[in-house]
């Protein structure tokens, strides 16, 4: 008897966007390919993390900035998790510190939205294979820190005390409108623990007031103004 070939395995994707017409755009490109599904989509970084945890989905595609949790932090939770699992990280900030610490994180592709309908397809089958996809502005701005580090400058950021994952965590969520309650609430933590968290951080930031904590959330690119 004649075994009938199989079936290519079907590429399952995770899509994580706040925004309905990035989601839509995303799902039109992957599910015009054959062998791509679309397993899940999250509107906030919490939610890209709990879906990623039960669904296990091959790749991520998430957007930088997430309400509750911003993408470099579900980043590193997911990838914390599911090590084997690749993120495709979209942006609309050409912010080098970022996408410093998104590869630092494990993610292996950063694309702009700007340029999303030219390389979506060609990021995707480049992580199904494991391999890492940078687009040309990327490269620009990761080659710039190199040399920059080469001739032995730092920025601010290198410069001073950078806050921990569990801090930035905390800093979206107050620059959100959180309480510390609130955010003891959603981080399963005292609310005395919240509390000292905070001071800690604007401390740490060197920071007066709640509005300069604001600011830097939105400098950060953790909110959008």
């Known amino acids: 008897m004649t075994q009938r070939p199989l079936s290519p395995p079907s590429l399952r994707i995770l899509i994580a966007d706040d925004h309905d017409v990035m989601r839509q755009g995303t799902r039109s490109v992957i599910e015009r390919e054959n062998s791509w599904e679309v397993c899940g989509v999250a ?3 919490r939610e890209a993390v709990a879906q990623a945890s039960q669904l296990e989905p091959d790749i991520v595609i998430m957007d930088m900035t997430m309400p509750e949790l911003n993408g470099l932090d579900a980043a590193i939770q997911i990838k914390r998790r599911l090590p084997r699992t690749e993120i495709l990280m979209f942006t609309g900030h050409e912010t080098d510190d970022l996408i410093r610490e998104a590869f ?3 993610v292996k ?3 702009f939205k ?3 309908h030219h390389f979506l397809v060609e990021a995707i089958e480049s992580l199904s294979r494991h391999k890492p996809f940078f687009t040309a502005k990327v490269s620009e701005i990761l080659f710039s820190k190199i040399l920059n580090r080469a001739e032995g400058t730092r920025d601010e950021a290198e410069a001073g ?6 801090e930035r965590e905390i800093v979206q969520l107050l620059a959100e409108g959180k309480s510390n309650k609130e955010v003891a609430e959603t981080l399963t933590i005292s609310v005395r623990t919240a509390e ?3 001071a ?4 740490k930031l060197n920071l007066d007031s709640f509005a300069q904590l604001v600011r830097y959330a939105i400098r950060n690119k953790m909110i959008e103004p």
């Open 43 to 45: 509107c906030t970084g």
């Open 104 to 106: 630092q994180a494990g």
């Open 109 to 111: 592709s950063f694309i």
């Open 114 to 116: 700007s340029e999303a």
């Open 161 to 166: 005390q950078r806050l921990s994952a569990r």
């Open 196 to 198: 000292t968290h905070r």
């Open 200 to 203: 800690s951080i604007l401390r």
